[in-house]
């Protein structure tokens, strides 16, 4: 009990803090509520702890023999980032008569979840911090996922939420224009990190 309070902790701290995930949930309330955002919500839900089985049953390995491939998904994630980013600083809203992007589908942001550096680094820290090699692998990494489950829920929708009430906020075309060129900013700035050595 005490390891999988340690692991919610983890996925707590390290799910309600900022990152692309989050930023593009809070981007998705404001221009397209929740309704319209609850498929991107549930992608983000299930497709990161499917992500950390993935990774804890077997591709940390593979990434091992081939490390190319890590390179080559850590390339298009900043690819597919940045496209994001410019996809939010050019969303226009509901104010200017003009047709707005759709906000990311449930399979979008289940693929998503394979190419965001914030991500990687939550699954492979909690797959090394929280397993063992006195026990067996795969049922570590079950727990893991289900705790990672079960906190990315209420995470998600804190920033769904949050991006709601910025849209009671945010009256005039200006004031959204100027919400989704600052987060397309601060999703920029998240790839800082994935590129720094």
């Known amino acids: 009990m005490e390891l999988i309070f340690s692991i919610a902790l983890f996925a707590f701290s390290s799910g309600i803090t900022p990152g692309p995930n989050n930023i593009m949930l809070m981007s998705s309330g404001v221009n397209f509520g929740v ?3 609850a498929p991107h919500l549930l992608g983000i839900c299930l497709g990161f702890p499917a992500m950390v089985l993935a990774i804890g049953l077997g591709l940390s390995t593979l990434f091992k023999l081939y490390p190319l491939l890590h390179l080559v ?9 940045l496209y994001l980013a410019w996809l939010i600083a050019n969303s226009s809203n509901k104010l200017t008569g003009k047709n707005t992007p759709s906000p990311l589908s449930f399979i979008q942001a289940v693929a998503f979840q394979w190419v965001n550096p914030k991500g990687w680094i939550m699954a492979i820290g909690a797959i090394a911090t929280f397993t063992t090699m006195e026990q067996a692998l795969t049922p570590q990494v ?12 209420p995470c998600a929708c804190v ?3 949050f991006g709601v009430a910025l849209k009671r906020i945010l009256k005039n075309q200006q004031q959204q224009r100027v919400f989704n060129i600052s987060m397309a900013l601060l999703l920029v700035l998240s790839i800082i990190p994935m590129i720094a050595p």
């Open 35 to 37: 309704k319209r955002s």
């Open 73 to 81: 998904i850590k390339c298009v994630g900043i690819a597919y980032l």
């Open 142 to 153: 079950f727990t893991i996922a289900a705790v990672f489950f079960a906190v990315a829920l």
């Open 159 to 161: 920033w769904l939420a």
